[in-house]
């Protein structure tokens, strides 16, 4: 799946406009979205943040997908009242952008649900800069956050790079995007831990493990400690290609 995807988003782009086209290929693009479990940033005119979101699942025939509640309430009722917004998200390595034009709302369990159209196309907006090595059972990744809204938190890591991480944390608080989360512990595998400072670029709530779903990019990281991550990401990559995942 994920040589296949490289494959849609590498080659099947216009170059003028450095795109995705073509509904099958719009399609794997959205189901990965919803495979990865990825984070998405959704805005709407008028609103002064943007909220997060996710794709819970795509109706081929149907020519829609299901977007789970917005974050915010702000942007909930404006997307309700404007029916069009633009989404932002990565995808092995690429930043993707695409409007939203909104078919139907409604609920499950007290939550919103969205059904949007399948977009005409999603633009490539930028290539992450670093390699991302998402993380499997085997490699756990322990996070300790001393001070979140005054409190320690714990919880994992699901993706490592050397500009950042992903991690599900232990908690229902959501800290704001741009907040700075100073001294997170980040436990290497064989290595004494890693400490940290990292500015929040997403936080939501994972309403499926009950956990906070957070992303975020480190902040001064000092030569020793960017050596520290590049070399271990660097052996994660050599066992993978070599062996597969351990």
Same mark, same amino acid.
Request: overall charge positive; charged content about 25%.
């Given at each position: 799946?994920?040589?296949?995807?490289?494959?849609?988003?590498?080659?099947?782009r216009?170059?003028?406009?450095?795109?995705?086209?073509?509904?099958?290929?719009?399609?794997?693009?959205?189901?990965?979205?919803?495979?990865?479990?990825?984070?998405?940033?959704?805005?709407?005119?008028?609103?002064?943040?943007?909220?997060?979101?996710?794709?819970?699942?795509?109706?081929?025939?149907?020519?829609?997908?299901? /977007?789970?509640? %917005? $974050?915010?309430?702000?942007?909930?009722?404006?997307? =309700?009242?404007?029916?069009?917004? #633009?989404?932002?998200? +990565?995808?092995?390595?690429?930043?993707?952008?695409?409007?939203?034009?909104?078919?139907?709302?409604?609920?499950?369990?007290?939550?919103?649900?969205?059904?949007?159209?399948?977009?005409?196309?999603?633009?490539?907006?930028?290539?992450?800069?670093?390699?991302?090595?998402?993380?499997?059972?085997?490699?756990?990744?322990?996070?300790?956050?001393?001070?979140?809204?005054?409190?320690?938190?714990?919880?994992?890591?699901?993706?490592?790079?050397?500009?950042?991480?992903?991690?599900?944390?232990?908690?229902?608080?959501?800290?704001?995007?741009?907040?700075? /989360?100073?001294? %997170? $512990?980040?436990?290497?595998?064989?290595?004494?831990? =890693?400490?940290a400072?990292?500015? #929040?670029r997403?936080? +939501?709530?994972?309403?499926?493990?009950?956990?906070?779903?957070?992303?975020?990019?480190?902040?001064?990281?000092?030569r020793?400690?960017?050596?520290?991550?590049?070399?271990?990401?660097?052996?994660?990559?050599r066992?993978?290609?070599?062996?597969?995942?351990?």
């Amino acid at each position: 799946m994920f040589a296949s995807l490289k494959h849609v988003l590498r080659v099947h782009r216009n170059p003028a406009r450095d795109a995705v086209s073509g509904r099958k290929r719009i399609i794997a693009v959205l189901e990965q979205l919803k495979a990865s479990h990825e984070l998405l940033s959704v805005s709407v005119a008028g609103c002064r943040a943007p909220a997060t979101s996710a794709i819970l699942g795509v109706n081929e025939n149907r020519n829609c997908f299901m /977007l789970d509640e %917005l $974050s915010l309430q702000e942007t909930h009722r404006a997307f =309700l009242e404007h029916r069009k917004a #633009v989404i932002q998200g +990565r995808l092995h390595g690429m930043e993707l952008r695409f409007a939203c034009h909104l078919l139907r709302a409604g609920s499950e369990g007290g939550i919103a649900l969205y059904e949007a159209a399948i977009p005409a196309r999603v633009q490539s907006v930028q290539r992450r800069a670093h390699f991302r090595l998402p993380l499997i059972p085997s490699l756990a990744i322990p996070i300790n956050v001393p001070r979140l809204d005054a409190k320690p938190v714990t919880g994992q890591a699901f993706d490592l790079s050397a500009g950042g991480l992903g991690a599900l944390l232990q908690t229902r608080n959501i800290p704001s995007r741009g907040q700075i /989360l100073p001294d %997170l $512990s980040i436990s290497l595998p064989q290595s004494r831990p =890693l400490s940290a400072n990292i500015e #929040v670029r997403f936080a +939501r709530l994972d309403s499926t493990r009950h956990m906070l779903r957070l992303g975020g990019r480190f902040v001064g990281l000092d030569r020793k400690q960017e050596r520290r991550l590049a070399l271990f990401l660097a052996e994660q990559q050599r066992k993978r290609r070599r062996f597969g995942p351990r």
